[in-house]
């Protein structure tokens, strides 16, 4: 008789608790929120010499942030002289307001063969 109630009142608790995760725990979307969008579309990585990604699209408006991650110094230089972010050390940033359309080609004036570009609607 006391194992009876004891599984009784497990099964209640387990009852319970799975009722409060339930009612209050939303469930995940499988859709990517705005912001993530964002974020991880305006964001570049400076590594083993590349810009990545080399080609991106973004709205006007849109802030791009560069973030070099290799040992090497870069730059992120337009090609038409519109932006320039001097030298970046290992871990620096750079971040450049797009506020009108078109599209951007840049590159690292240090290394020649590091290009890319922005394309801004």
């Known amino acids: 008789m006391r194992h009876a109630s004891f599984a009784a009142m497990m099964a209640a608790v387990a009852l319970a608790i799975a009722?409060?995760?339930g009612s209050t725990t939303p469930a995940p979307s499988t859709?990517?929120?705005?912001?993530?969008?964002?974020?991880?579309g305006s964001a570049v990585t400076i590594a083993n010499f590349?810009?990545?990604?080399?080609?991106?699209?973004?709205?006007?408006?849109?802030?791009?942030?560069w973030t070099n991650t290799d040992s090497a110094?870069?730059?992120?230089?337009?090609?038409?002289g519109s932006f320039k972010s001097g030298t970046l050390?290992?871990?620096?940033?750079?971040?450049?307001?797009?506020?009108?359309?078109g599209t951007f080609?840049?590159?690292c004036s240090i290394h020649s063969?590091?290009?890319?570009?922005?394309i801004v609607k």
């Open 19 to 21: 009722a409060c995760s």
């Open 31 to 40: 859709q990517p929120s705005a912001l993530a969008t964002t974020a991880a």
């Open 50 to 65: 590349s810009f990545q990604p080399a080609t991106m699209t973004v709205a006007a408006g849109t802030t791009v942030t």
């Open 73 to 80: 110094g870069h730059t992120v230089t337009a090609d038409d």
């Open 89 to 101: 050390a290992s871990g620096a940033t750079f971040s450049q307001t797009f506020a009108t359309a």
């Open 105 to 107: 080609a840049y590159h």
């Open 113 to 118: 063969s590091m290009k890319a570009t922005v």
